[in-house]
């Protein structure tokens, strides 16, 4: 999958782990997204709420998800 899935040597075999780095891109890339769709669409209200719980999530991501997650060796 071109990096997207590493193997961890704590996991078991065949199972695959996303790292912390594709998370890092992946969490605010999903967060636009989200936004981008409710805009076209063209709901304001939906555009105020994505934008509100997306924000919470994000943030919630990297103070303290982000933190318990463990680093991969490259």
């Not at 709420?49 to 991969?72: D, P, W």
Request: glycine residues 6%; contains cysteine; hydrophobic residues 55%.
């Amino acid at each position: 999958m071109c990096g997207i899935m590493t193997v961890s040597r704590h996991s078991l075999p065949g199972r695959r782990t996303l790292n912390r780095r594709t998370l890092d891109i992946l969490v605010p890339f999903a967060y636009v997204i989200a936004i981008l769709i409710a805009v076209f669409i063209g709901n304001e209200e939906w555009v105020g709420i994505i934008a509100a719980i997306g924000a919470i999530m994000v943030a919630a991501y990297y103070a303290a998800l982000r933190s318990n997650i463990k680093k991969t060796e490259p």
